[in-house]
């Protein structure tokens, strides 16, 4: 059992380049979380998903964009790097219901230069 | 909006203290509480949660933590401290009014334990 998987583990990227960080999970799971963790801020929520088809705004989702194509992909692109998006990126997904465990990615740091 | 708020940034404890950190949220309704645990260079690991219930929630490692409805808080405690408890801390919440499914994190508090 895979959990969720992010790819890539590390990246640097230049300034203008585009990306896409890959997170894919295979537990079924409705809700799909990406977070940027950056020291003394915490995890900040950039997009999340409720099931297929559906994305919504996190706190801090300029300069990212979401899809979900497929209960199991939830990839975010970086359309023009920054950066101010030098961070560790986290996904994360859980199944509907409220009592239900969240389930988190080992992290994709990504630096540009 | 929805936000979570960690008082404590930075705590740095003696081995056998007790520790309390704090956590509140700003919004009402139904919520479901959580605090992470991560240890340098790993990712995030569940202590506790709280769903609905007693509001004294063990976890694990000896963690505790206390939902108080009326003061928006879930404050985590242990009452004595070891050297490996040495991580950051992050307490978050889903749901509020409408139980969107939005999960939101705290700003974190470092806790360095001395030996």
């Known amino acids: 059992n895979a959990g969720v998987t992010q790819t890539p583990k590390f990246r640097i990227l230049k300034i203008g380049q585009s990306m896409t960080l890959q997170c894919t999970q295979d537990m079924n799971h409705n809700y799909m979380y990406w977070y940027r963790q950056d020291p003394g801020m915490g995890l900040k929520l950039i997009y999340y998903?409720?099931?297929?088809?559906?994305?919504d705004k996190g706190e801090v989702p300029n300069g990212y964009n979401v899809s979900r194509s497929t209960t199991e992909d939830f990839p975010l692109r970086l359309e023009l790097a920054a950066p101010s998006q030098t961070s560790v990126y986290f996904c994360?997904?859980?199944?509907?219901?409220?009592?239900?465990?969240?389930?988190f990615g080992e992290g994709s740091w990504l630096t540009v230069v | 909006a929805q936000s979570v708020s960690q008082h404590n940034h930075h705590v740095i404890l003696s081995e056998a203290a007790s520790l309390e950190l704090g956590c509140n949220y700003s919004y009402g309704g139904t919520v479901n509480l959580f605090w992470y645990v991560q240890y340098p260079g790993q990712h995030l690991q569940l202590l506790l949660k709280y769903f609905s219930g007693d509001p004294l929630v063990k976890g694990i490692k000896g963690f505790e933590a206390e939902f108080i409805k009326s003061k928006f808080s879930f404050n985590l405690r242990k009452p004595s401290v070891q050297w490996s408890d040495t991580a950051e801390y992050f307490c978050a919440v889903i749901g509020g009014s409408g139980n969107t499914g939005k999960l939101i994190f705290g700003q974190g508090t470092t806790l360095q334990v001395k030996p």
């Open positions: 998903s409720v099931g297929a088809g559906i994305t």
């Open positions: 994360a997904s859980r199944q509907v219901g409220g009592r239900n465990t969240i389930y």
